[in-house]
T-cell receptor, first 111, second 114 residues
Framework: DAGVIQSPRHEVTEMGQEVTLRCKPI?????LFWYRQTMMRGLELLIY????????DSGMPEDRFSAKMPNASFSTLKIQPSEPRDSAVYFC?????????FGEGSRLTVL | AQSVTQPDIHITVSEGASLELRCNYS??????LFWYVQSPGQGLQLLLKYFSGDTLVQGIKGFEAEFKRSQSSFNLRKPSVHWSDAAEYFC????????????FGGGTRVLVKP
């Protein structure tokens, strides 16, 4: 299995631009999670899905952030408009049994 | 609410020496406990997990951890550290009933001296 695949690995954008991060979970996994990692706040859970349905989005910072999972093999995290404080590494993870499998992350820099 | 505390932000250890990383958790139900390792620029890789049963669990790369319910702890150990063990280590707690949602500690960065 290829593991959890995220794209892009690196994104540099200017404040105010829209950013879309993508994730392909491991086939057969029915949970998908989006985490954000920063030096100041560590790993924060943003949102998670079960069978493509958002279950808990209480970690989403504000309305500028949105996430979708149109099917079992694809999810997006969108930031519009982006701000410098959104700079972080965004991880996608999936699971079927409680053990999370992480992607390699998308490093976002907002100038 | 669940929480995880890793009291040590940085630990420096000599190659070949033993290593112990501390983890304390707060959780209202029977927890699932995990240790993950993150190398620079990489995602998190599972080292080991505890769901039930034997409280001493073995993981990959020679790591082990012991669940102590009375102390709400799940400390990670390795008898002899290799230079390749330099990384950041995260303890996490969750539960099946919570939809596999994990809460992570702040991490402990391990530096290995030659």
């Amino acid at each position: 299995d290829a593991g959890v695949i995220q794209s892009p690995r690196h994104e540099v954008t200017e404040m105010g631009q829209e950013v879309t991060l993508r994730c392909k979970p491991i086939s057969g996994h029915d949970y998908l999670f989006w985490y954000r990692q920063t030096m100041m706040r560590g790993l924060e859970l943003l949102i998670y899905f079960n069978n493509n349905v958002p279950i808990d989005d209480s970690g989403m910072p504000e309305d500028r952030f949105s996430a979708k999972m149109p099917n079992a093999s694809f999810s997006t995290l969108k930031i519009q408009p982006s701000e410098p404080r959104d700079s972080a590494v965004y991880f996608c993870a999936s699971t079927r049994s409680g053990e999370l499998f992480f992607g390699e992350g998308s490093r976002l820099t907002v100038l | 609410a669940q929480s995880v505390t890793q009291p040590d932000i940085h630990i420096t250890v000599s190659e070949g020496a033993s290593l112990e990383l501390r983890c304390n958790y707060s959780y209202g139900a029977t927890p699932y406990l995990f240790w993950y390792v993150q190398s620079p620029g990489q995602g998190l890789q599972l080292l080991l997990k505890y769901f039930s049963g034997d409280t001493l669990v073995q993981g990959i790369k020679g790591f082990e951890a012991e669940f102590k319910r009375s102390q709400s702890s799940f400390n990670l150990r390795k008898p002899s550290v290799h230079w390749s063990d330099a990384a950041e280590y995260f303890c996490a707690v969750g539960a099946k009933a919570a939809g596999n949602k994990l809460t992570f500690g702040g991490g402990t960065r391990v530096l290995v001296k030659p």
